[in-house]
């Protein structure tokens, strides 16, 4: 006797249904106004910005020649770095914009000293190049152009060789002065001195007892200088015919410090 073949009914046919999710409507429109707003910014970054902040450099001629040793940075806090040559100098600035005027303020325990206004004007955008200018009189200008970081320039020596003893970062404390500084000397040949409101980028080497170091300063010119030093019992001494400075071997540098007395 033949077993009656049915036809399964259309339900057992079917696929369940499965569930759709759509976007709530709030979740959308909050997504919409995060991109326009992304894309608000971009735009005026790259083509309306006329703020300060970021890096500079400064563009002039000298004997027929382009050069752009000084960099001046503008950061958030309304702290400022101006840089030349292994040299940065830190310190505040406050905007006017009412009257475009600039001031800008700084010190390095007497060693340099800015306290100075300047008329200002920024110009162009990201792709074809910001412009900033500086007018301390109206007799003179100084154009800045958008840059990259600035990097200390440092010009090594050939024959270094590390003196394990020198390595590492030593402290100057002066309590009576409040003259604070430390030396770090690294195993590549290059220094760096940090002190109230500065901070010094060099080469050096040391060898029989004598220390070398030099620092490119304004135009790009290479000062060095040279005198007796000593490690022992974890104290260095440096020793010239003016000063006698005894550091102590310490794990943290001095505080970069942004003094405007």
């Not at 690294?186 to 070398?212: K, P």
């Amino acid at each position: 006797m033949s077993e009656e073949n049915t036809l399964p009914v259309a339900d057992e046919l079917s696929a369940p249904e499965k569930s759709r999710r759509s976007i709530d409507k709030p979740v959308l429109t909050a997504l919409v106004i995060l991109l326009a707003t992304i894309c608000f910014f971009v735009v005026w970054k790259l083509f309306f910005d006329t703020g300060l902040k970021g890096d500079w450099r400064l563009q002039f001629k000298r004997d027929g020649k382009e050069y752009s040793y000084y960099g001046l940075t503008f950061k958030d806090g309304n702290v400022f770095d101006y840089s030349f040559g292994g040299v940065t100098y830190t310190g505040q600035y406050t905007l006017s914009p009412d009257d475009a005027t600039l001031h800008i303020s700084s010190s390095s325990y007497g060693k340099y000293n800015i306290h100075t206004d300047f008329k200002y004007s920024t110009s162009g955008n990201a792709f074809g190049g910001r412009k900033l200018v500086l007018a301390p009189s109206e007799e003179t200008e100084l154009s800045f152009v958008s840059s990259g970081k600035y990097e200390p320039v440092v010009q090594k020596y050939k024959d270094f060789k590390a003196d394990k003893n020198l390595l590492g970062t030593w402290l100057y404390k002066d309590e009576t002065q409040g003259y604070n500084y430390t030396f770090t000397f690294y195993d590549n040949g290059e220094y760096e001195y940090l002190c109230s409101g500065s901070r010094h980028v060099g080469a050096y080497q040391a060898e029989n007892g004598t220390f070398t170091y030099n620092l490119a300063v304004d135009g790009g010119v290479v000062n060095e200088e040279s005198f007796p030093y000593s490690v022992k019992d974890g104290k260095l001494t440096l020793s010239t015919d003016n000063f006698t400075d005894v550091l102590t071997k310490t794990d943290n540098k001095y505080s970069f410090e942004n003094k405007t007395n």
